[in-house]
C-alpha cells in the first residue's frame, strides 16, 4: 500500500493534468501539480480546439466519446461560466473529404471497418452530399465521411476552465516549479526532487506532455516519444462560408472557419521543436504543402492572405495514439503523455477515467490499448 | 556548408531602397559584389526621396511647384539614385515585400504571386523607420492621417489635402510638411505642436556645429508660417479626434484650457522610430531606448546584430546587419553615411576589403551629432502619456487599453501571453502598431526592468496570399523533407480494399 495513501502529485499542468487533478480531487484525493512554467503553457493552450471523434483510430474512440459527452455536459465539471468562456460548438461537424481514389477506397474501408467494431457515428457521404455540406468544395471530391457532433473549443480558455476548477476542488497548483529528481520509496509511493522543494507521495502521474520520456527516465523507465512541433496557418478574415471542420485523409490538410471568419489551416505540418528552450519555430519551407492541399480541395481561395502562422510542442508516440497507464512495475506511477496532436479532445475523459482508476486501484479496460507495454521489445512498429 | 544547403543567390542581398540602402548597394557593387536589392515601392527612394525620378521628369505647372514645395532636401537623391541605376552588378527587384530574414542570410520574398526564397552570403537590412503610433481617443477615425501618409499622398500620388486642416504632434517632419503644404496653397487652421518652448532650451545645450544649419532651417520654417498667419501653439495635450463617420473636430489642452476646433483632417506626427519587425521577427537583439520610448536592433557600430535564437535554430554566425534608420534614427544623411559604413564593414566579411574607413565612420558621427538635440528638442509627446482605457491601441482587433489592462491585471504578464488571450498584435499589421503600447502597459503594470519584451515574430511578418504560399520557390530541400504528424488511424480490411502503398 502507499505510504501516503490518496496523496497524488501530478508533472505538467496542461490540460491532461489538471483533468485528472480535477477528477481526484473532487474524489477527496490531496493532489498537487507541479509545471516548469505556468499551466498550459505548451500544446494545451495552443492546439487548434478541434472537438473530433471523425477518423479516430478505434482504440481512441470509446474514450473519445465518453469525452464528448463530457464536453457536452461541461458546465458539470467546470461550472456554468468557465464552460461558457470555453466557446464549445458541438454539432457543426467534422467532415474528412475524399479526393482522390486512394481516399475514397480508405473511406469505403473506414466505414466496413467501424461497422465491424460496431463503433461510432461516422457517415458515409457522396460526391454530391459533401460538396452540398462544403460549399467551394473541388468538383473532384468522390465523397467524405462525416461526424456530424463533432466540433471545436476554445483551447486557452478550455485549459484555464480545467484549472481553475481543478483548483476550486481542492487541487494545488505549483508553477514554475522544475522537477529535478524521482525516487521510489521504500513502501511504495514516490519522493520527487524539484526547484520548490521535496514531495513525498502515493501516486505520480506523469503528464508532462512533450517532456513525457525525460520524465519517465527519471524514473528509470523508457518510453518512445518524439517531439513535434505542429504547425498552424491563419488567414485574414474572409465572408463566413464554412461551419464544419475539414480534414484530409492522405493530404496533410485540416481547417476551419473561426468565429470572426479567419480560416485556420493545420493538416500536421511540423515546425522545428526547440524543447530544451521551451519554445517552437514554425517552418515556412514546409507551408507549401498544407497551402497546396488547402486549395486543391478549395480552390477559390488562393487570394486569401495567409496573416500568421504558429506553432506549440507536442509529444508523438510511433503508432499515433497516447501512453497511458501505470509503469512497467510501478503501479503508484502512472504515464500520460504522447497524444500525438489530437488530445484535447480526449482530456475530460482521461481525467475522468484516469481518476476513476487510480480511485479503485484497477486499470480501467477503456485504457487497454494505451498501455505502455505495447512497445516492449518484438512489438514497435 | 553542408550538401545539402543552398547556394547563395548574391553576395549581399539588402533589404530596401531608401538612402542607406542604395549607398551601401553602390557600394559594394562598385567594390565588384554582386547584390540583389528588395524593396516595397516601385522606384528606389524610400520615403525621403519616394517618387523622385517622376516626379524630377514632371515639366508641368503642378509637377514644379510640388517639387519647389518638397525643397532641396527631396531633390538632393538624386544623385544616388542616378548612381544606383547605374549599377549593373545591383539586381534591384521593385515591389517587392520582405516577410521573413533568417540569421543564416536567408530571405523570403513576395512579389505579386510570386513567392520565394533568396540567400546571400551576407544580408543588410536598410528598411528603414516608422512614424511613432499614436493612440489617442479618435485615432481610428477616417480623416486622421500622419504626416508621413500625407507626403506618400503628395510624392506619389500628387494629392494635395483640403478642408480645415489640424497638425498635431512634434517633430521636424510635422514643421516641414505644414511649410510643404503651405508652400502648395494649403494653410492649415493650426500647428499644435506637444514640443515646449522648454525643451528647445534644454536642446540648446546639445547644439553641435552641424546642427546650426537645422536650426537655422526649422527657425526659417516656424518663421514662414507665422507670416503666413498659421495659428501655432506648443505644449499641445489630451488630443482627442471626434465624429460620427469621420472627424468632425479635434480638442486639446493647452497652458490648462481645453479646446476644441472643427476640422475635416488631423494629421499627427509624433517622431519616427526604427522598424523593428524584420530585426524581431528574424530573433536580433533588440534595446530598449527609453528617452525616445522605442526599440532599436542592438548592433555593433558596423551594424552586425547578435541572434538571440536557440543553435538548432540558427546554425553558423549571424550574417544580419542593420543600417539606416531601421538601425538608428538619423535622417537621410546620416542613412547614406551608415550605408557606406555598413557596406565596407560587408566587404571585410567576405574578405574583400579591411573594414570601415575612419572617414566613412567619421561621417556617421558627424551626421549623428545632430541627434541629441533634436531628440531633447522635440521629445515624444502624443504618445508620451500611455492611453486612457477606452482608447483603441490594436486597431486590428480593436483591443483598448483597458481591455489589455483588464487582461495583465488578470494575470497575463507576458507578451505572448497577452496576445494569446487578446488577440492584440494578431491581425494583418502584425503587431507594428499596438506592440509598443501594449509593451508600455504591461511595464506599467507589472513595473518590470530592462528592455521591453516584444511578441514573438513568426513568418510571415507580411501577408502572403495562401496561393503563392503553395507555390514557394527556393526552399531549403533540408527544411522541405515531408514532415507531417502521421495519425491516419489503419483499417485492419486494408492490404485487401486499398491501394497499394507508394
Known sequence: MPRQNETALIIGAGLQGCSIALFLARAGWNVTLLDKNVAGRHASSVNAGGLRTLMRDWREYPLSELAMEHWRHLDRL?????????????????????????????????????ERRGLGTEELLSATEVRKMLPGLTDQALGGLVSRGDGHANPAASTRAFRQAAMAAGAKIVENCRVLGLERLPGGGWSVASSSGRYEVGMLVNCAGAWGAQVAAMAGQTLPLKVVAPSMMVTARAQPFLEPVVIGIDRPLSFKQSAVGSLVIGGGILGKPCADHDTSFTVMDRMPEGAAATLEAFPALAHVPVLRTWTGLEGATPDGIPVIGPGEGTPDLWHVFGFCGHGFQLSPAVGDVVGRSLVSGTVDPLLAPFSGRRFDAGDAA | MSINAPLPDADVIIVGCGPSGMAAAVELAEAGCSVIVLDMQPTPGGQIFRNLEANLCDTSLAGQSLLAALGPAYRAGADLIQRFRACSRIDYRP???????????????????????VRGRQVLLAHGAMERPVPFPGWTLPGVMTAGAVQTLLKAGHLKPSGRIVLAGTGPLLLLLANQLHQLGVKPALVGRTDRLSDSVRAMRHLRPGGLVLLVKGLGWLGRLKLAGVKSVTGLENLAADGAQSVESVSFTVGGKRQTLPCDLLIVHDGIVPAIDIPNAAGLRLQWDGPNASWRPATTPDGLGASTLPPEMSAGPCVLRVTGDARKIGGADAAMAHGRVAAQAILAALDHGAGPSAEALRAVDKALSVRPFLDAAFPPGLAQDLPDDDTIVCRCEELTAG?????????FRNMDALR???????????????????????????????????????????PIPLGAVARLSGLAPRATIRLTLEDKPENASEDTVDAPAE
Open chain 1, 78 to 114: 467546470v461550472g456554468a461560466i468557465a464552460a461558457e468562456s470555453c466557446e464549445v460548438r458541438l454539432g457543426v461537424g467534422q467532415i474528412a473529404v475524399a479526393l482522390d481514389e486512394a481516399e475514397m477506397s480508405w473511406t469505403l474501408g473506414r466505414v466496413q471497418e467501424m
Open chain 2, 95 to 117: 515591389q517587392t515585400t520582405v516577410w521573413e530574414v533568417r540569421p543564416d542570410g536567408t530571405v523570403g520574398w513576395l512579389q505579386g504571386m510570386n513567392v520565394g526564397y
Open chain 2, 403 to 411: 481591455d489589455l489592462r483588464a487582461k495583465i491585471r488578470s494575470g
Open chain 2, 420 to 462: 494569446g488571450e487578446t488577440r492584440c498584435g494578431m491581425g494583418p499589421c502584425q503587431g507594428r502598431n499596438c506592440m509598443v503600447t501594449a509593451a508600455r502597459l504591461l511595464q506599467d503594470e507589472t513595473r518590470a526592468a530592462g528592455c521591453l519584451p516584444t511578441f514573438r515574430g513568426r513568418p510571415p511578418i507580411r
